[in-house]
């Protein structure tokens, strides 16, 4: 067998495994509401802020406007912001006349071994514990717009016998960089995550989508807290980890709840991407070459053995193919053209190098930077 046919064989049965056997993870299914439970819960919304002026108000104004029939309220943590966040987060409260449902507090300074992320959530924790303990926490960011349901539907949905319940909101997607590759970020987070799987008590494989996680404080204080977790990049996927080690998970879509964070540029979405791939490989540099050898063979072999003749050509179309329809299924969620789906392989080397780039920065001491924090991980 020539090479050409062995590796367009080989992708074509990784595709097909991938299209059968991996959970469906292209099919971004939005589960139906459950029941409402017969008594509402108590809920702590804790919602880390660092430099989010344009985008806190919309956020804490969906969040005191939910439809939820129990005990709620918000502690938003300013996280060193210099924008004016607090205020701002303040002062949307006020025309609401719900001053009194939201709590500001600044954040002490990070202690080293903590990501900056996990030490605002924390220090949230530490201010509802303050004000009576709560049955349930909603961890949120402050660009998350939050439709006036979702607390509810999601608290319903944990009474039903989970410890966790996340949504993957619907993020961002206008400008072309956006149109181009958000979808795509998606598609390969369920590829490596099939939400089913996360949900499904016989797996091990857990996740979570940090814009929008609800768990029972009991689960939370079993675990150890964020000090369990403190020097996590990818804090929202540990933290589904820990969880789910003796606990459910359950991992959703929605196309309500949205994302108000825009990348208008293609290097925007490449920052995204490189603050945390090499992190999700385990800044590991065995792992980092096998990536690039896997995803070299899935989505670039299928194109690079097409202009070859007979059965190679044949079994490459098939693998292209493939992998094209179950891209379809997210294009569609985005409301995308279809057409745009045989450009995943292009998509596919772009996150390829992005990840590349990401362990380059890693070495260079500038991983997992934000808003100008280094990750500890990365420092030299």
Same mark, same amino acid.
């Given at each position: ?12 049965? /990784?595709? $097909? ?11 971004? !299914? ?7 439970? *017969? ?44 924008? #004016? ?7 949307? @409260? ?33 201010? @509802? #514990? ?18 006036? !349901? ?52 016989? *797996?091990?494989?857990?996740?979570? %989508? ?12 079993? /675990? ?19 969880? *789910? ?15 108000? !964070? ?30 690039? @050898? %896997? ?14 003749? #007979? ?12 992998? $094209? @329809? ?10 995308? $053209? ?32 934000? *808003? ?5 991980? $990365?420092?030299?």
């Amino acid at each position: 067998m020539s090479a050409g046919r062995f590796f367009a064989l080989l992708a074509l049965l /990784i595709w $097909s495994y991938l299209a059968l056997g991996r959970g469906l993870f292209w099919l971004p !299914r939005v589960a139906k509401p459950v029941p409402a439970p *017969k008594a509402w819960p108590k809920v702590t919304v804790v919602v880390p802020a660092r430099d989010e002026a344009a985008t806190v108000a919309a956020a804490v104004t969906s969040l005191l406007r939910q439809d939820y029939p129990g005990a709620f309220s918000i502690v938003l943590v300013d996280d060193h912001s210099t924008d #004016g966040t607090a205020q701002i987060a303040r002062d949307a @409260a006020a025309a609401l006349g719900l001053g009194e449902r939201l709590q500001v507090v600044a954040a002490r300074p990070l202690p080293e071994g903590w990501t900056g992320k996990l030490w605002a959530l924390a220090e949230g924790v530490v201010a @509802a #514990g303050a004000a009576g303990a709560p049955d349930l926490y909603l961890f949120t960011d402050a660009d998350i717009e939050h439709h006036p !349901r979702n607390l509810a539907e999601l608290v319903a949905r944990v009474e039903t016998g989970y410890d966790l319940a996340s949504l993957m909101v619907m993020l961002h997607c206008r400008s072309a960089a956006e149109r181009f590759l958000i979808p795509a970020f998606v598609y390969f987070f369920a590829m490596i995550y099939p939400f089913g799987w996360c949900t499904d008590a016989r *797996k091990r494989i857990a996740a979570a %989508a940090g814009g929008c996680i609800l768990m029972r404080r009991a689960a939370f204080e079993r /675990i150890g807290g964020f000090e369990a977790i403190k020097g996590e990049l990818i804090d929202d996927c540990a933290l589904a980890r820990a969880v *789910k080690h003796g606990g459910r998970t359950w991992l959703g879509f929605t196309r309500e709840t949205r994302s108000l !964070r825009v990348y208008p540029t293609l290097g925007a979405i490449w920052n995204m991407i490189a603050r945390t791939a090499y992190a999700q490989l385990g800044y590991s540099v065995l792992l980092l070459l096998g990536t690039i @050898a %896997a995803l070299t063979v899935t989505f670039v072999v299928p194109i690079a053995v097409l202009p070859a003749s #007979g059965l190679a050509a044949v079994l490459a179309l098939a693998a292209w193919a493939i992998m $094209s @329809a179950t891209y379809v299924p997210m294009l569609r969620f985005y409301g995308l $053209s279809v057409l745009r789906a045989p450009l995943l392989p292009v998509i596919a080397v772009v996150y390829l190098a992005a990840t590349v780039a990401s362990a380059w920065r890693h070495w260079r001491g500038r991983g997992g930077e934000w *808003k100008g924090r280094v990750s500890w991980h $990365s420092q030299p």
